[in-house]
Structures are given as structure tokens and as C-alpha cells.
């Protein structure tokens, strides 16, 4: 399947689960007054709302390069996911808000715990599933939408665990348990937001890639035999994606056709490295020493820092 259309199915089948489960603890809400089922309802609800957003996101995300923007619009979905966030945050506090006036007040009651702890099994289940399910798409495809959807899943899974030990303990004669359980899911819930955020801040901000693909994009530049070395490799994110760029150290007497042939190798062999985007390889000549010997190079180092195909052997 498409990147496209296993994203955007991917968006519908969490709009349509966060639909029915609204639904079902909205209505157990109203008819136990279970704060602990009530701060469920709510997050399911925020849920749902990003669930909106994500799937118009989605839509935006997977449509094909245009004129305006010749690289795609995937670029778009780290903001999608600080939407989320958003959304996240805010029930998180309408939630806790909630629990902390009722045990204040002690605005809290007994009531039958079959419903609602039948409500809150069946949908940390289907959060569970929903995880699973957004985790898988998101990384193979490369989402940062989907993976964030996939961890704010993970933290619903348990903050329905917290609430059906309310809805028990409270159930079992400890009422107060009921809104703690709220306050507990709260907790969980603006901490959801906080990976979120901090999963998507280096696709906004250009950070640099993890060191494994940093180190796999310079082994690919040095494994060409006609390249001694390589300098100003600089990798960084542009979206969810990575751009490269980089200096290659060729000798000297190379016509500018074989010199062209080795960059545009080069080149190709680091595109095809998963995420990598656009890749820009300048070629110099050795001789004229910008790699110093001796100078070992990581891509987060400034630029000036280089490695040769020696030094490399030697690591």
C-alpha cells in the first residue's frame, strides 16, 4: 500500500474508534457521574478532536509534489503533531481541574462499577490496538503524525488503567478513589503531550538526525574508491526528513565528466538511506587540503572538521 493511502486510512480508523468511544463513556458518564469515567469521556473527546485534525493534516501531508512545493508537503506533519499536543495539554487540565475541585469539595459519591469498569476494560483494549496499529504505519512510513498518535494511544492505554481502579476502589466503598483516579489520568495525560512536543521539536527546529544515520550517511560518501575524504558534512532535519550536504576530497586531475560521474554517485548512494531527502556533495580537490589529517568528523561538528578513507580504516 501506498504511503499515502495507508497514512490517510490510518487517520480514519482513529477518528472512527475515538468516535465510538466518546460515545460509550460519554453515556456511562451521564448515567453513573463517574468522574473517573468523566476524565475519560473528556480525553476521548480531545481525542477526537485531534483525530479531525490529524486526518485533515493527513490529507494536506500526502498530496503529491506541486509548484509551491516541489518536495512534497510532508513537511507539514511535525505542525500537525504540535496540534495534537495542544489538544492534549488542554484536556489534560480541564481533567485535573475537575478532579481537584471535587475532592476539595468532597463532591464525590458511591456508585455501581459493572458499567463503567466495563467501559473503561473495553476501551484501554481498543487503545491498545490503536497503539499497535498507528506505531506500525507511523514508522514505516515514516509519519511523525502517526507516531505521535501511536504514543498518545500508549497513554490512554494507561490512564483507562488508572481510572478502572477508581471506578473499583470506589465501588468497593473508597469514593474518593474515584476522583484521584481522575487526577492520576490527568498526570498521564499532559505527559503524553510533553513526548509529543519533544518528538516533533527537532523537525521544526532542523536538528540533526540520530548519530546512527549520521554515521551510515558519511560511511556511504567515504565507500566510493575514488573518494580520500570528506568535510563540511553537515545533516539536518527539513520536516520530517533529512537534507545533506557535504564535501568530497577527489585528486585533483580528474576531467570535470569524472569528477561529475563520482559526485553524482555519491550522491545517489546516500539518497537512497531511508529519510534522507536531498543530498548536495561538493567535490574538491585533494590537493588543496581543506580535510585536515588528523581531524576526525561527526555531522553535528562545525563546519571545517573533515575524515579521510585512512583515518575511517583506522576507527
Not at 458499567?115 to 511523525?144: I, M, T, W
Request: proline share 5%.
Amino acid at each position: 500500500m501506498e504511503r499515502r493511502d495507508a497514512i490517510r486510512r490510518a487517520g480514519l480508523v482513529v477518528l472512527a474508534v475515538n468516535l465510538a468511544l466518546v460515545a460509550g463513556k460519554g453515556a456511562v458518564w451521564a448515567w453513573t457521574g463517574s468522574l473517573a469515567v468523566g476524565s475519560e469521556a473528556v480525553n476521548s473527546l480531545a481525542d477526537l478532536s485531534y483525530s479531525l485534525v490529524l486526518v485533515a493534516g493527513l490529507y494536506l501531508t500526502t498530496q503529491p509534489p506541486d509548484a509551491e512545493h516541489p518536495h512534497g508537503h510532508e513537511r507539514i506533519e511535525p505542525f500537525v503533531s504540535l496540534v495534537i499536543a495542544l489538544g492534549v495539554f488542554a484536556a489534560g487540565i480541564l481533567v485535573f481541574r475537575s478532579a481537584a475541585v471535587s475532592v476539595l469539595n468532597g463532591a464525590y459519591g458511591s456508585f455501581p462499577g459493572v458499567l463503567p469498569a466495563a467501559v473503561l476494560a473495553a476501551g484501554g483494549l481498543a487503545k491498545v490496538g490503536l497503539y499497535r496499529y498507528c506505531r506500525q504505519v507511523g514508522e514505516h512510513h515514516d509519519s511523525p503524525a502517526m507516531v505521535a498518535t501511536a504514543l498518545d494511544n500508549r497513554a490512554d492505554v494507561w490512564t483507562a488503567g488508572a481510572a478502572l481502579g477508581g471506578v473499583l476502589g470506589a465501588s468497593a466503598g473508597f469514593p474518593i478513589l474515584d476522583p484521584l483516579a481522575a487526577g492520576i489520568v490527568a498526570v498521564g495525560i499532559c505527559y503524553t503531550g510533553v513526548d509529543i512536543v519533544r518528538d516533533n521539536v527537532d523537525y521544526l527546529v532542523g536538528g540533526a538526525p540520530p548519530k546512527e544515520l549520521r554515521e551510515a550517511i558519511l560511511s556511504r560518501a567515504l565507500a566510493h574508491p575514488q573518494v580520500h575524504g570528506a568535510h563540511d558534512v553537515i545533516a539536518h532535519y527539513v520536516g520530517p526528513e533529512v537534507d545533506v550536504s557535504l564535501h568530497i576530497e577527489v585528486k585533483g586531475d580528474l576531467t570535470l565528466h569524472e569528477a561529475h560521474e563520482i559526485e553524482s554517485a555519491v550522491a545517489e548512494s546516500i539518497r537512497v538511506v531511508d529519510t534522507v531527502d536531498d543530498v548536495f556533495v561538493h567535490v574538491d580537490p585533494r590537493e588543496l587540503g581543506e580535510w585536515k589529517d588528523g581531524e576526525r568528523s561527526t555531522l553535528a561538528e562545525p563546519p571545517g572538521r573533515g575524515i579521510g578513507r585512512d583515518q575511517r580504516n583506522r576507527r
